[in-house]
């Protein structure tokens, strides 16, 4: 009868032991759950990355010669190295910007400060881009601004 009860105690402490290991329960929802953990404290980026709060700006309707526009690009750096814009080319010369040039920390937002002088242009709608240009993991970046430029 000893022997017997010694037994069953025995089975039954390696069937708890193995069962603890994972040898006879397999939970997927658990390792789904592992899986969703990992991608979240894994960084998204594996170099710098720009972010664009918002990379269009529609001026709408404007006096042709009723002063300079201007607009504020805001941006992020959300990889996990510092960021350099390294040039920004725009497609006209109605178009000057400002930008930061020293490196931007991860974490650390600046702003693209963009100056369209409608005066430049001939009166009706406009479309203008500009090319940011830096070490983000994305490459170039396209900044947009448009409206409709009339003469009264």
């Known amino acids: ?18 069962a603890h290991e994972g040898a006879f329960c397999h939970n997927p929802k658990s390792e789904e759950a592992q899986s969703l953990q990992d991608s979240l404290t894994q960084p998204k980026y594996q170099g710098a990355h720009l972010a664009f709060k ?7 309707v404007v006096k042709r010669k009723g002063g300079d526009l201007h607009v504020r690009f805001e941006y992020v750096n959300d990889g996990i190295e510092p960021l350099v ?11 000057r910007t400002d930008y930061r040039r020293r490196p931007l920390d991860v974490g650390e937002s600046a702003v693209i400060e963009l100056t369209y002088e409608p005066h430049k242009m001939e009166p009706g709608m406009f479309h203008k881009v500009v ?10 970046h396209l900044l947009t601004v448009s409206g409709n430029s009339v003469e009264r």
């Open 1 to 18: 009868m000893k022997r017997l009860l010694l037994m069953v105690v025995g089975v039954l402490s390696s069937v708890g032991v193995m």
């Open 54 to 60: 918002s990379a269009k700006h529609n001026f709408g």
């Open 85 to 95: 814009i390294t040039r920004i080319a725009t497609s006209c010369t109605c178009i």
């Open 131 to 140: 090319q940011v240009y830096s070490n983000s993991v994305d490459g170039m």
